[in-house]
């Protein structure tokens, strides 16, 4: 190849890179997402919402949130080891309390919606677990997290930049 040439990618491949700075184009939105997302975790166990943003985000495939929400977690305490078998919580049953397990099967079925529906047992799992006004807030943590999954992965937001 000479100097002049490009490079060819793998058919499949594409480069990521931001495409649009959406805080400054949509301000308002953004700004109204930033007190949606304080409003939402009003109330809920710091370590329970980085847990809940980062399977989110790890299933919504958003670098830039899993990226953040790892960081934070781990400023507030969190261990390497639960962050690391995070994306495997099930088989890592005994590395998690019921009720994060309960948060995490609900974020799970929220997130990714495959038959249309949170199963009735899902739900009644997490219901068991949180008291009803803590279950409002955990739903609303999840749908928040999953609309900055959606603006990061269609904005191609990079980790470790705004």
Request: net charge negative; charged share 25%.
């Amino acid at each position: 190849m000479t100097t002049n040439e490009t490079p060819q990618r793998p058919a499949g491949t594409h480069q990521h890179g931001p495409r649009l700075p959406l805080a400054k184009l949509a301000p308002e939105f953004y700004k109204a997402m930033i007190g949606v997302d304080a409003a939402a975790r009003k109330g809920l166990d710091p370590i329970l919402v980085d847990l809940i943003k980062i399977r989110a985000s790890q299933i919504n495939h958003c670098a830039f949130c899993v990226h953040m929400h790892t960081t934070d977690a781990r400023k507030a305490g969190e261990t390497e080891e639960r962050i690391n078998l995070l994306s495997a919580w099930e088989e890592a049953a005994d590395f998690f309390t019921e009720k994060e397990r309960a948060a995490l099967a609900l974020t799970e079925a929220v997130t990714v919606l495959t038959d249309g529906f949170v199963p009735d047992e899902v739900y009644e799992r997490a219901a068991a677990h949180f008291e009803e006004a803590e279950l409002a807030q955990v739903i609303a943590l999840i749908a928040t997290i999953n609309t900055w999954n959606r603006i990061g992965v269609t904005t191609r937001m990079a980790p470790g930049r705004a």
